[in-house]
């Protein structure tokens, strides 16, 4: 089994900073692709930023010049640093890990979630 915790939503102003990460443990032989989703009230989930096993982040329109992804490999971890924040970055942000086992298939694993709030 896999587990992945994320952490480091919050309340910030707008202009303000906010890093999230999201952990990994578990039955792990390999990460592949690891990205970041957000879910604001009344809408769909959309995809915010991916990262491949060789570090190429690629990123949404909406996001492009004020989010970072980056990832560390020895940790498991993918982190999202997010400047310049505005009030319709607001959602809650999931992390997205897809992994490959010792044994077994190949799998996508959502994090639970972690609310971030852009309010003055």
């Known amino acids: 089994q896999v587990q992945l915790v994320e952490s480091g939503g919050g309340l910030v102003q707008p202009g303000g900073s906010l890093r999230l990460s999201c952990a990994a443990s578990?039955?792990?032989?390999?990460?592949?692709?690891m990205a970041w989703y957000r879910q604001a009230p009344g809408k769909e989930r959309e995809l915010v930023a991916t990262?491949?096993?060789?570090?190429?982040?690629n990123y949404a329109n909406s996001v492009k010049g004020r989010f970072t992804i980056s990832r560390e490999n020895a940790k498991n971890t993918v982190v999202l640093q997010m400047n310049s924040l505005r009030p319709e970055d607001t959602a809650i942000y999931y992390c997205?890990?897809?992994?490959?086992?010792?044994?077994?298939?190949?799998?996508?694993?959502w994090g639970q979630g972690t609310q971030v709030t852009v309010s003055s």
């Open positions: 578990g039955s792990i032989f390999r990460i592949n692709v």
């Open positions: 990262i491949t096993s060789d570090g190429s982040g």
């Open positions: 997205n890990v897809d992994i490959s086992p010792p044994l077994g298939v190949r799998r996508v694993y």
